[in-house]
C-alpha cells in the first residue's frame, strides 16, 4: 500500500475506499508487467526508506469512448479535479493532470493521442481497435486499469510503431498505469535526485538518457528521471513478443517563491519521458 503513496490506516469512508482499491489494483498490475519497479521499490525499503508517489501516468486515444474524461472519471468520483493542461506538438498528445485536495494522493496524468493527425489508415486501425471496447468496460469504475480490450497483431503493432510508438504501446497494453513515479522530496537517504540515480546505476538498472538523465532543473522547480521500460513477452493474436512495457520515474519538486511546492509537470521534461518506452532509447550510460 506504501508504493502507492497512501498511508496505511488512510481508509476512512467509501469514497476513499474506492481510490485506495484503484491505486491498489494499478500498483499490482503495474508492478507484475514491470519487475524492476518492484526490485527498486525493495531496495529503497531496505535503505530504511518509506516510498511515496508523486503521480501516476495513464495513455489513451483521443475517440469515443476511450477519451480522456473516461479514464478521469473514476478519479474525479473520488474528489480529484484537473489542474493541468499540457500539449505536445511533435508527439500529437494532450494530457490533464489531476490533484486530489488531500496531497497524501499522487498525482493523476493523462494522456490521449490525437488520432484525426495521423495517416489514415493508421487512424483506420486504431478505430477498429476502440470499436472492440465493451460499453460496460469503459463506464466502470475500473476502467483505468482495465488492461487491453481488443484483439491486435504484432504486424499491426508495427505499423503502429513505425508512425507513432505511443500508439503502438496503447495498441499493446491498453489501459494501465504507464508508471509511477518515487517522490524524490520524500526520501532522506538521498541528497538529491542524480544521488538517487547513481545509486540505481550501480545496481544495474537502465536509465532512459534522452534529454540527460535528469531532465528539468531547480529553476523548473521540477526535476525527473525514469528507467528504461522493462522488456517483457506479451500476447498478440498472431504470436508473442518481446516488447518494452513500463517504466519507474524519479521526481524532485522544489518550492516556488510562493513557498508552495510546484506540483505540474514541465512539458519538454515530460516529452522526453514518454520514450522511456521506446525500443530504441537507452545507449548504455554512467
Ligand atoms: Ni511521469
Keep these: 500500500m506504501l508504493a502507492t503513496g497512501v498511508p496505511a490506516g488512510f481508509v476512512q469512508d467509501r469514497q476513499v475506499l474506492s481510490l485506495a482499491d484503484l491505486f491498489s489494483a494499478l500498483w499490482a498490475d503495474y508492478a507484475a508487467l514491470t519487475p524492476q519497479a518492484h526490485q527498486i521499490h525493495a531496495l529503497l525499503e531496505a535503505r530504511g526508506e518509506t516510498v511515496w508517489n508523486d503521480h501516476i501516468a495513464l495513455r489513451t486515444f483521443d475517440l469515443t469512448p476511450v477519451g480522456m474524461g473516461a479514464l478521469a472519471a473514476p478519479f474525479v468520483a473520488g474528489g480529484y479535479a484537473v489542474a493541468g493542461h499540457y500539449r505536445?506538438?511533435?508527439?500529437?498528445?494532450?494530457?490533464?493532470?489531476?490533484?486530489?485536495p488531500d496531497r497524501r494522493w499522487p498525482k493523476v496524468f493523462i494522456s490521449a493521442l490525437r488520432v484525426?493527425?495521423?495517416?489514415?489508415?493508421?487512424?483506420?486501425?486504431?478505430r477498429a481497435l476502440v470499436a472492440q471496447v465493451p460499453v460496460t468496460t469503459v463506464a466502470g469504475w475500473g476502467f483505468p486499469v482495465?488492461?487491453?480490450?481488443?484483439?491486435?497483431?504484432?504486424?499491426?503493432?508495427?505499423?503502429?510503431?513505425?508512425?507513432?510508438?505511443?500508439?503502438?504501446?496503447?495498441?499493446?497494453?491498453?489501459?494501465?498505469?504507464?508508471?509511477?513515479?518515487?517522490?524524490v522530496g520524500r526520501l532522506h537517504t538521498f541528497d538529491g535526485l542524480l544521488q538517487l540515480d547513481?545509486?540505481?546505476?550501480?545496481?544495474?538498472?537502465r536509465l532512459n538518457d534522452r534529454g540527460g538523465l535528469i531532465k528539468g532543473s531547480p529553476a523548473l522547480?521540477?526535476?525527473?528521471?525514469?528507467?528504461?521500460?522493462?522488456?517483457?513477452?506479451?500476447?498478440?493474436?498472431?504470436?508473442?513478443?518481446?516488447?518494452?512495457?513500463?517504466?519507474?520515474e524519479f521526481a524532485r519538486r522544489y518550492r516556488m517563491p510562493s513557498g508552495e511546492l510546484f506540483q505540474g509537470f514541465i512539458a519538454d521534461s515530460a516529452d522526453k519521458i514518454f520514450e522511456s518506452t521506446d525500443l530504441r532509447a537507452g545507449t548504455a550510460i554512467g
Excluded: M
Design 221 to 248: 522547480y521540477l526535476e525527473q528521471s525514469s528507467t528504461l521500460a522493462d522488456l517483457v513477452p506479451v500476447e498478440f493474436s498472431d504470436r508473442v513478443a518481446q516488447i518494452r512495457s513500463c517504466y519507474y
Design 146 to 183: 482495465s488492461g487491453r480490450p481488443w484483439q491486435v497483431s504484432f504486424a499491426t503493432y508495427e505499423q503502429l510503431r513505425a508512425v507513432s510508438e505511443y500508439a503502438a504501446w496503447v495498441a499493446a497494453f491498453g489501459f494501465r498505469a504507464n508508471h509511477f513515479t518515487v517522490d
Design 88 to 100: 505536445f506538438a511533435g508527439k500529437k498528445l494532450d494530457a490533464v493532470h489531476l490533484e486530489h
Design 116 to 126: 484525426a493527425e495521423l495517416p489514415v489508415a493508421i487512424q483506420d486501425q486504431l
Design 198 to 205: 547513481r545509486f540505481l546505476l550501480d545496481q544495474g538498472f
